[in-house]
Every structure is written in C-alpha cells, then in structure tokens.
C-alpha cells in the first residue's frame, strides 16, 4: 500500500524558521613539535627524552605541553608562559643553533616548570619547536642576582 504524499506532514519544514547556529570564533592554540629536538651539541649538553625520563621531568614536561595547549601563541606569550627573546638565539648560551634551523626564528622558552628545567626553542606561528630540553637553565645564562 503505497502513502499518499500529498498530505502534509507536521515533520515537513517550513520556510523561515530555521534557527541559525552562532558561530563561535576559532582560536588558534598553541601546538608542539619535536621534529628538531637537537642531538648534535657537545657531549653532556645534549639531553635526551630518555634523560628528562630518568630525572622524573618528562612528565612535568608533558603536564606543562598541557596546560600551554589550551592558549593561543598570543595569550601564552602575553602571559610571559613562552618568553620570546627579542635579539633572537642568547648571546650568552652553552647551545649553538644548529645547522638545520634558521637563526632567525623566533627563539624562546617554556616558563612555568619549576626551578632550572627549560624546553628552548622558536615558535613558527602557533607552534613551539622544541629544539632543547635544559635542566641545568644552561640556554640562556644570565648574571646571578642577590648572591
């Protein structure tokens, strides 16, 4: 028995009445990458992930990639959480750039780890290239204070 399609159904949809969604903006957030974490600086300078591991900081690496992964370039860098450095690569680092990254990005660090530990690194657009893991706060070195 075939349905007369004549009569209209309440399900049919009438013109005009459709709500129109509101379109939150989207925000850029923050990614990370490791694809030039270093492993060409002289030998007790280089540190690897299975080092960070060893020394309990892997995971307070991770918990801070967390927090930094729900803010846009913009308010992690308002809120000095990735501090860029505005003369690019520090003058006064146990770190040279390495070849296969272009000195003239902007370099930077990951604050808010606790005590010595840094991730260095530039950021491109939203993402933060980690190019080293510094538990000695050796990338940038700066003049003692109040000692």
Not at 20 to 42: C, G, N, Y
Not at 60 to 84: G, M, P, V, Y
Request: aromatic residues 10%; hydrophobic residues 35%; proline residues 3%.
């Amino acid at each position: 028995m075939a349905k007369d399609r004549s009569k209209k159904s309440p399900r049919n949809r009438r013109e005009e009445t459709r709500d129109e969604r509101k379109v939150i903006a989207a925000r850029e957030l923050l990614t990370f990458s490791f694809k030039d974490l270093d492993q060409t600086q002289p030998k007790g300078k280089c540190e690897t992930l299975d080092l960070w591991h060893n020394k309990s900081l892997l995971t307070i690496l991770l918990r801070r990639l967390n927090e930094l992964s729900k803010l846009t370039r913009s308010e992690a860098c308002t809120q000095q959480q990735i501090k860029l450095y505005s003369s690019g690569f520090p003058e006064k680092s146990d770190f040279f750039v390495p070849s296969y990254v272009d000195a003239n990005v902007a370099w930077g660090v990951i604050e808010g780890m606790g005590g010595l530990p840094r991730v260095a690194g530039y950021l491109s657009e939203n993402t933060f290239y980690i190019v080293f893991l510094d538990s000695l706060h050796r990338f940038s070195i700066s003049e003692k204070k109040h000692t």
